[in-house]
C-alpha cells in the first residue's frame, strides 16, 4: 500500500487543516487517480498545489521553466517550482497548517525531482510547518548494494541536479533519503513519513516526458549523463535515453568493441536515427540502441564510464563536453560536472588512459550505503 492511501485510511484529524501539496499528476494512488485529486476526494483540505519541473501534468519540456497556473483536474491553484523561483517562497505557506509532498522518484540524483522535495522541506522548516511526506517504492526496484558515484562535490558541483552530498544512483525511498538528509544536515523540520508497504499495484505512466517505461528508467543513468558530451541519447525520438550515437561514429565499429567487453545486464544493436530536435536535428547519427536484460547486474554510471572512454580514445578529435541550457542553469555550462558531480570530469573521464581501476574508485560509494543505511536501520 501506497503512503498516500495509508494517510487516506488514517483518522488522523490534521486532514481537516488546510494542506498544500507538492506533487505531479503522474503520481498515482492506489487506485490509479492522481494523488492530488484522491486526496481532494478523500476530504483533505487541500487549497493549493505546488508542482516540480515538467508541471503539474508532468508533460512540460525538460529544463523549461513553468508558470502558476490552475489545475484543471483538481481546480486548485498550482504554484511552479521549477521557473522563476525553485523553493517556495514564505507567503507561499502562510496560509496552510502543514504540507504534503508525494512525488515519484526513479533514483538517480540528477533527476530533478528529489532536490524539489529538499527545498519544500528547508521552507517548511522555516515557515515552522509540518512536512507529511508520503512514501512510494523507488522506481528503479535498485537492490540494495546497487549505488554508483562519483559522490558530488558539494563545493564546485552543487546545482539543481545535485545539490548535496550523494552519489548517482541510490536505492532508497524519497521518504528514507529525506529522513537521512534531515539528520546528516541538521534540517530544523518537523517531517512524518507515512510509509508504504509491499504492493502489487501495476499503476504506471511516465514521470516525466522522456521517462517512458521502465527500461528507460533503467538506462537513465547511464545516458542521461551522456548529456554532458557532444552526442545525441535519443531526444527528438520515439525512444528518448535508449540509444547512443552522433553523426560521426561508426556504429558497426562501435557494436563490435561493445561485444568484446561482455559488459553483465545490457544488450546492444547497432541504430541509425535522426533526431526531429534536440542534440543533431535531422541530422542522421549512428551509434547503438540498448537493452537491459539483467537489471541486478548493471551498472550503467560504470557502463557510461566505458561509453566516454571508448570515444575519446576512438574519436578525440570529433569528441567535446556540451553544455545544456535549462531553466535551473541558463548558459548550461559545465553540464558534465553537474552531472557528475565530479570537478573538471571531461577531462577525466573522457580520457584515453583513465583504466578500470579509475572507474571502479570513482564509482564506489559503499561507505555511504552503508551509513544510511545504518542510519534507517537504527531509526526504524
Known sequence: MLGVDRFILSSDVIKKSRAALLTNHATLSGSGLPVALELKRSGVNLIKLF????GIHSQDEDGKAKSNQIDPVTGLPVISLYGATMAPHENDLADIEYVLIDLPSIGCRFYTYVWSITYMIEAAGRANKKVILLDRPNLSQRLASQCEGPMLDENTCASFIGRWYMPITFPFSSGELMR?????????VEMEVVSHQPTSSTHFVPPSPAISDYQT???YPFSGLLEGINVS???????PFRVVGAPWIDAIAFHEEFNRQNFAGIKAVPHFFQPMWS????VFCHG?????TDANHFRPVAFACWVMLYLATNYPQQLQAATYPTAANPTGERHLDLLTGLTNSFSILCNPSITSNDIFKLTDCQDWFEKVSHFLSDKS
Open 217 to 219: 528508467i533503467l538506462l
Open 51 to 54: 508542482s516540480p519541473e515538467h
Open 233 to 239: 541519447h535519443g531526444r527528438g525520438t520515439s525512444y
Open 288 to 292: 547503438l540502441y540498448f537493452t537491459v
Open 279 to 282: 542534440r543533431y536535428e535531422k
Open 180 to 188: 537521512w538528509f534531515i539528520y546528516e544536515r541538521n534540517i530544523d
